[in-house]
């Protein structure tokens, strides 16, 4: 993997206050280029970067020639925003990286890049935002007006919900969040970031379960409610979270974790 950054501050009133109006997007805006041309790979890197300094965001690339050196990040791919992912690679292609992406998160923004154009029902069952064209005359324009779609989304696509933990007032992506535990009236919340983090705050788990139940949270267990997406599969009695967590379900209870899994598993 290599790796680009470009962190601008802008101090004109105009980039100032457009700054200001995208603080949703957050401090980072993080993109992953996932493509083995690596020339390609480079002038994408250069239209992403001369887009995102022209809009005044904070932003980092990331560039991966292969579908497996992505994979392999596992949960860690949340931590970007947008991936582009060329659909013909070896081993591992454009597809099979989105469908493993898609087990992960949903928030995440994949862009097909392709030399072809006969993949409109992967593209909708993968929920992919655009398909570029390599080669095309209008590549430029065509990068543009897909960021420029990106960022529309990102208003009311990414669910949020703030928490007064002992570490102090946070908002927290849900999408982020792997799972709660409880420790008699402690909560630890598990949320991947650059990388995993823990919160903590006094409250009871089943105002946690109230909260979340309508976002994609099961109650796996007395003493932990856990996002669905990051549920890798349900063995006997427990489950296997993406990121290689083991966690007991009880008897009276995995029939119903058992169920919910196959039915997000659909949805994906």
Same mark, same amino acid.
């Given at each position: 993997?290599? +790796?680009? %950054?470009?962190?601008?501050? &802008?101090?004109?009133? +105009? ?7 995208? $603080?949703?997007? /957050? ?17 994408? !890197? ?39 992912? *060329?659909?013909?690679?070896? &081993?591992?292609?454009?597809? &099979? ?5 898609? +087990? @992960? ?11 072809? @154009? ?7 069952? =993968? ?6 064209? !390599? ?24 669910? /949020?919900? +703030? ?27 598990? @949320?991947?970031? *650059? ?14 379960? *109230?909260?979340?139940? $309508? ?9 932990? =409610?856990?996002?669905? !997406?990051?549920? %890798?599969? @349900?063995?006997?009695? &427990? ?11 009880? %008897? ?7 169920? !919910? ?8």
């Amino acid at each position: 993997m290599s +790796k680009y %950054k470009m962190i601008e501050y &802008k101090v004109s009133g +105009k980039d100032c206050y457009q700054l200001a109006r995208k $603080e949703e997007i /957050k401090q980072m805006f993080k993109i992953a280029i996932c493509d083995d041309e690596n020339l390609f790979t480079e002038e994408l !890197k250069e239209l992403l970067s001369g887009y995102m300094m022209e809009k005044g965001f904070i932003f980092e690339i990331d560039t991966y020639n292969s579908g497996e050196a992505l994979v392999e990040l596992g949960v860690g791919v949340v931590c970007y925003t947008v991936v582009f992912l *060329d659909i013909n690679m070896e &081993k591992i292609d454009g597809i &099979k990286t989105a469908e493993v992406i898609r +087990k @992960v998160s949903r928030e995440i923004f994949i862009v097909f890049v392709t030399a072809y @154009v006969d993949y409109s029902l992967e593209g909708y069952r =993968l929920d992919v935002v655009r398909y570029l064209l !390599k080669g095309n005359a209008n590549f430029q324009s065509n990068v543009n007006e897909c960021m420029d779609a990106i960022i529309d989304k990102m208003n009311y696509s990414v669910i /949020k919900r +703030k928490f007064d933990f002992k570490e102090g007032r946070k908002e927290i992506v849900l999408d982020r969040l792997l799972y709660i535990e409880s420790n008699l009236h402690r909560l630890e919340f598990h @949320v991947m970031e *650059d990388d995993e983090k823990v919160y903590t705050m006094y409250e009871i788990l089943n105002v946690m379960d *109230d909260m979340l139940s $309508e976002n994609g949270f099961i109650r796996t267990h007395q003493s932990y =409610l856990v996002n669905v !997406k990051y549920i %890798k599969n @349900v063995a006997r009695y &427990k489950v296997i979270l993406t990121n290689g967590v083991e966690l007991p379900i009880p %008897k009276v209870r995995y029939t119903e974790v058992k169920k !919910k899994f196959i039915v997000c598993q659909g949805e994906v």
